[in-house]
């Protein structure tokens, strides 16, 4: 959702031509400052940044993306194993053309990596799992010719971090790229000739014809939220890494149906469910992810309409029902991370957050933006810092 000033807009934000009055109403009811989701010298990824807004510190706990999915999905990784992220994604005139394979539904997808995986997992020692949309996992299995640390160690580039690209000049590099890279190549001769790829051509939709693999790790040790907060809780979300990351914490994670992680995802059922949840537990996280992707896609218009999507019918609902629960509810909203419409990618720096509720006083502040959020002087560069004041009611306090 925060991203930097745009010559478009005036020199503005995304975040600061929107309108997101739910958002302004937290804002000027409670506390709005910076801080940094992503730590200083790690990658600027939604993994790094969305464990940095569950309350953890990644330096500590981060061992890759993929496992984390994979915990979602109920795969117990062995010591031998390291698990990788696969994207379906569409490869056109030699760049990195769509690293969604358009949205490609999860139906289609789940069919690709069923018949494709298949038929790879006769030649190399890797196993597929379907999951959402283009968001698919592979499980490579270390031999005596590639190491668990050899496939670790091996630089796989996210496929969302060169849309437009020459995609040769991004392949894997390291001690196991012959192996992963092979994977990828097989997949290039085998996704073009299954019955889904062929349709969606004729349909015109970018064509599905390649496995992207990155990401990968081995399983991470995650704290409990009952044994680090005390606190029992939910997490919804329609991305399988947000998912993943609860579960690792012991949260249930809560199934909405229509939850798509773009555009058309099931903003309503979403929310009503984490509002439920709060009469049977102490916390629920609610993660949407329109703004993320619509920056990926450069797409400035959709990104506007994502973020007041995400107020009217994320936010406001939220905040009426904290308004009515008198002094029992504290409410947080914030970015994991920027998505830089101008390079399509994620990247560092601080983003705005606001919350209010018990304990929280008002900063005075009538917007929620990243140029009102700097001038409070309230700034958090560690985000699980600040999450465990949010959580536990510790004191806040307001630092550069």
């Not at 995304?14 to 200083?40: K, N, S």
């Not at 890759?64 to 698990?83: D, M």
């Not at 949205?103 to 298949?118: C, F, R, V, W, Y």
């Amino acid at each position: 959702m925060a991203d930097f000033p745009i010559p478009e807009l005036e020199g503005r934000t995304p975040l600061q031509v929107a309108q997101t009055p739910a958002m302004d109403e937290v804002a000027q009811r409670g506390m709005i400052g910076l801080f940094c989701p992503i730590p200083e010298g790690m990658p600027p990824g939604s993994d790094i940044g969305n464990l940095s807004l569950f309350g953890f510190d990644p330096r500590t706990c981060f061992t890759g993306r993929a496992p984390l999915e994979a915990a979602r999905q109920g795969i117990r990784l062995t010591s031998s194993q390291v698990a990788f992220r696969c994207n379906v994604v569409s490869l056109q005139e030699g760049k990195m053309y769509d690293f969604t394979a358009g949205h490609i539904p999860t139906e289609q997808a789940s069919l690709l990596i069923k018949d494709i995986g298949e038929q790879l997992e006769k030649e190399y020692p890797v196993r597929f799992y379907p999951g959402v949309s283009y968001r698919h996992l592979a499980v490579i299995e270390a031999d005596s010719t590639f190491s668990v640390e050899d496939l670790e160690q091996t630089n796989c580039t996210p496929p969302h971090d060169i849309t437009g690209q020459a995609w040769e000049d991004y392949l894997p590099e390291g001690s196991a790229k012959s192996l992963i890279q092979s994977v990828m190549f097989s997949s290039q001769k085998l996704l073009p000739q299954h019955p889904v790829s062929k349709e969606r051509v004729r349909q015109g939709k970018p064509e599905p014809n390649s496995f992207w693999l990155w990401g990968q790790g081995r399983t991470p040790r995650i704290q409990s939220y009952q044994e680090k907060f005390q606190l029992r809780g939910v997490v919804i979300s329609a991305v399988d890494l947000v998912k993943g990351i609860g579960i690792c914490a012991g949260l249930e994670s809560i199934e909405v149906p229509g939850a798509t992680g773009w555009i058309d995802t099931n903003y309503q059922g979403k929310i009503q469910t984490a509002l439920s949840a709060l009469s049977r537990v102490d916390f629920a996280l609610v993660h949407v992810e329109a703004p993320d992707e619509s920056a990926h896609q450069g797409d400035l218009k959709l990104k506007i309409k994502a973020i007041e999507d995400f107020d009217e019918k994320i936010v406001r609902p939220a905040l009426e029902f904290a308004k009515q629960s008198a002094d029992n509810i504290r409410l947080f909203v914030a970015p994991d991370h920027i998505t830089a419409l101008s390079t399509r990618t994620h990247a560092q720096g601080p983003v705005p957050f606001a919350m209010l509720g018990p304990g929280i006083e008002s900063s005075g502040i009538a917007e929620y933006h990243e140029a009102s959020a700097q001038k409070t002087g309230i700034f958090y560069p560690e985000a699980h810092e600040l999450i465990h004041h949010f959580l536990t009611g510790a004191p806040f306090y307001i630092g550069r």
